[in-house]
């Protein structure tokens, strides 16, 4: 069978029990801001790691191309409160024109 | 408070129908960001189905897409801890939910940033509980069939980067991010996460740096808690 039909399983079962324990585990035993914290800033950092990764990540390490204006103008789009849906779209255009006008990788 | 004031219970509705239906079309986004990135649509479809976790999901295909089958593993435990977060408001949402196995467990499943923004922010027991599931549920129901039409519009686009949806990949987990970084222990957490990433990318597996950014924030986390105990957490509307 296809390996990754097993990452997709694996991570959706570890996903969906980490839902139910929140509501099988008595809330006094876990609830703590030490968990909170630790929670609240492994998403901000996993998230941050991802954008960095996903802009600069390449096939021998890293690698610059047309990603890096795109999501540097997603970022003043964001700044400037435009929906997501509307930011997402407007980073693949940029990428896209300046590969196909510009002949940026 | 009157627990059944049906202009609260209605505003918390109008509140829930307004998030599920923005945050839905991000599904558009991930269905055909993972066709693309060489998913199957059943494999897409599951993840939204069974996992059903925005960040978690995008994670999961991102990784996997630029490591291949050796960050399986890192894509697998990275969708985990973007998970936990989902934990902690189960635990929030547990009491608001209330009793019988059935419910719980579909609640369960629909508890995620968006429905327990809307089903704690409202001012009565009742007002949460409608906050609740018309996020929930319309969100599940909008998020699947968002990702559905994404998925199947990535079988006909073909490559990633002509259509420039590598760069909108990276532009979703910022777009994820975003809404976090109001305080300035976040935002010192990010950038330093992005730093450290930047700088192990060369050096290290795909997927590995990730893991890494993990370890020494969870280590971080536990020691800024000693030096300084702190405020509840809150959610954000994502």
Redesign the interface.
């Known amino acids: 069978m296809d ?14 029990v ?6 099988l ?1 008595p ?1 006094r035993l ?2 703590g ?25 390449g096939d ?3 690698m610059l191309d ?2 890096v204006p ?2 540097a103008a ?2 003043v789009m ?1 700044w400037l409160r435009t ?3 509307v ?11 300046l ?2 006008f510009l002949g940026i990788p | 408070m009157s627990s059944h004031d049906p202009e609260l219970i209605r505003a918390a509705r109008a509140q829930g129908v307004q998030v599920a239906l ?2 839905s ?2 599904g ?2 991930f269905g055909a960001l993972a066709v693309i990135s ?2 199957s649509v059943g ?1 897409t479809m ?2 939204s189905l ?4 925005g ?2 999901q ?3 295909i ?3 897409a ?1 490591g291949g ?1 050796a960050a ?1 593993f890192a ?2 435990a ?14 929030r ?3 608001i ?1 209330g009793t019988g196995w059935l419910k ?2 579909v ?3 629909l ?1 995620v940033d968006e429905s327990t923004a809307v089903g704690t922010a409202q001012p009565s027991l009742a007002a949460n509980k409608a906050g609740f599931w018309t996020t929930a549920l319309l969100l599940y129901t909008g998020w699947n069939l968002a990702t559905l039409a994404g998925a199947l519009l990535g079988d006909v686009l073909g490559d990633v ?18 809404p ?2 109001r305080e300035r ?2 935002i010192a ?6 730093f ?3 700088l192990l ?3 290290l597996p ?1 997927g590995v ?2 893991l890494v ?2 370890a ?3 280590l ?3 020691i ?2 000693r030096q300084s ?5 809150r959610e954000e509307v994502s």
């Open positions: 390996p990754v039909w097993g990452f997709v399983i694996a991570g959706s079962l570890v996903v969906l980490l839902k139910l324990a929140g509501y585990i809330q876990v609830e801001p030490a968990l909170s914290r630790v929670a609240g800033l492994v998403t901000v950092a996993l998230l941050a790691s991802l954008v960095v990764s996903q802009t600069i990540g021998d390490g890293v047309s990603r795109a999501v997603a970022g964001l929906p997501f849906i930011v997402i779209a407007g980073a693949a255009l940029i990428a896209a024109l590969r196909f | 923005a945050v079309l991000y558009v986004s060489g998913f494999q599951v993840l069974l996992m059903f976790s960040a978690s995008f994670a999961l991102g990784l996997i630029s089958v399986g894509a697998v990275s969708a985990g801890l973007l998970g936990i977060r989902n934990g902690l408001y189960a635990l949402m547990s009491p939910v719980r467990l609640a369960a499943q508890t980067r002509t259509w420039g949806l590598d760069a909108a990949a990276a532009a979703a987990f910022l777009g994820l991010v975003w976090r970084l222990e976040p957490v990010a950038i330093g996460a992005g450290v990433t930047a990318l060369p050096a795909a740096p990730i950014v993990a020494l924030t969870i971080l986390a536990l800024r808690h105990p702190q405020r509840p957490p």
